[in-house]
């Protein structure tokens, strides 16, 4: 059974499995904003932090991707990638126009592959956009921390993630 988030209050369905902590995540391809493709999730030579917002192009999401950018500054050895639905183009100006340096904009809209992770919003207003959420994937490609935000709306719970991406250390 898929999970369930809210918009504004209102249950929507994620298309794609539930995935939790311990499982192995697959892979999936996003596009850079150099419009270059990129593997993320599986098996890597370094740690890897996903963040999935349903568009940078709105205040709570260009919000918390610069919240990240800036919080993870020091963590130089995690593969770090924000992936949303909007254009490459849209996230090269964004990036241009916060400084975004430390992360990873990149775009879901050729594949759809975060349905893979269980996080492509399946009704609603967001349909087809992916939902607030959060994964840390170790080395071998198991997920060891997850944080899927109850409230599309709503910011993640930065401090957990922070806390969990020190423990891998």
Known sequence: MADTVTLKGNAV????????????TPEAIVVT????????????????????????????CEMET??????????????????????PFAQGRFCESFAIANITTASDFRYKDMEKFGVLIGEGA???????????????????????????TNEPDYQSVLKALDDLK
């Open 13 to 24: 369905y994620l298309n794609g499995p539930v995935l939790n902590i311990g499982d192995y």
């Open 66 to 87: 610069k919240k990240f950018n800036e919080m993870l500054a020091k963590y130089t050895s995690i593969d770090t990638n924000v992936v949303s639905m909007d254009l």
């Open 126 to 152: 967001l349909k087809g956009l992916t939902a607030r959420s959060v994964f840390i994937i170790d080395k071998d490609g198991k997920i060891v921390y997850k944080q899927l935000v109850p409230e599309i």
């Open 33 to 60: 904003k150099d419009l270059k493709e990129k593997q993320i999730g599986g098996k890597k030579e370094k740690p890897q932090l996903i963040i999935t917002v349903p568009s940078l192009d709105t205040a709570v």
